[in-house]
């Protein structure tokens, strides 16, 4: 089981074409007015970079990058839930809710979509992550969603980290870039989870450029 984080700035420049492709499948998903929840994560960030055609959303996240990289006209309403800063990840960690100024009392939210992005995927460990705080914050996401998209890409296959954050039957959609290898792709079927990849085409050229 493997529990290594790689900081923000490398997982940046990781699979970036692969996570684009992702990302553009994402947004789709998202339709105009709804509420979505989008966790913490470089292949999150790429579905926000996505929704430049979309309008009037309400968007609650713990991703600090999300109010720098959401385009402008795309939001009604953007909120970022408090807790604790991760420096190297950009986010935030604590409660997925809110509390009415003075009261004290915690405010319900739910969501239309949630958009999660997870370290690994397995037919036998479900979607999980390597920080146990942030799984927790992943996992009431999910739990407040009317539907969830997993996001991942195919590196993630067949791995599974320290910290569950759903069983596989959990999501609704499963989004990578490539087909899931048989055994994965049987789990999905069986727990009737749509899987979106996207059409097949060309390879892509090689990505050369040198930016470690």
Do not use: W
Not at 88 to 106: E, M, R
Not at 180 to 203: I, Y
């Amino acid at each position: 089981m493997e529990t290594t984080e790689k900081k923000l700035d490398l997982r940046l420049r990781l699979q970036t074409s692969a996570k684009d492709k992702i990302g553009a499948l994402a947004a789709g998903l998202v339709q105009d007015g709804s509420v979505v929840m989008i966790n913490a994560g470089t292949t999150t960030l790429a579905a926000v970079r996505h929704l430049d055609k979309h309008r009037n959303l309400t968007v609650a996240t713990n991703n600090l990058r999300i109010p720098i990289e959401m385009p402008p006209d795309v939001c009604r309403d953007l909120y970022v839930f408090g807790g604790a800063v991760r420096l190297s990840g950009q986010s935030t960690i604590g409660p997925v809710g809110f509390q009415f100024a003075g009261s004290g009392n915690d405010l319900d939210v739910r969501c239309d979509l949630a958009l999660i992005s997870v370290g690994a995927v397995s037919a036998d460990g479900g979607y999980s992550t390597s920080n146990l705080a942030e799984a927790v914050m992943m996992s009431e996401m999910v739990a407040r969603a009317s539907r969830v998209a997993i996001l991942a890409d195919s590196t993630k296959f067949g791995r599974q980290l320290f910290a569950q954050v759903a069983e596989l039957g959990r999501a609704d959609y499963f989004v990578t870039d490539q087909p899931p290898p048989p055994d994965l792709a049987k789990a999905f079927r069986k727990n009737n989870v749509e899987v979106l990849t996207p059409p097949t085409g060309p390879p892509d050229k090689p990505d050369m450029r040198q930016d470690f």
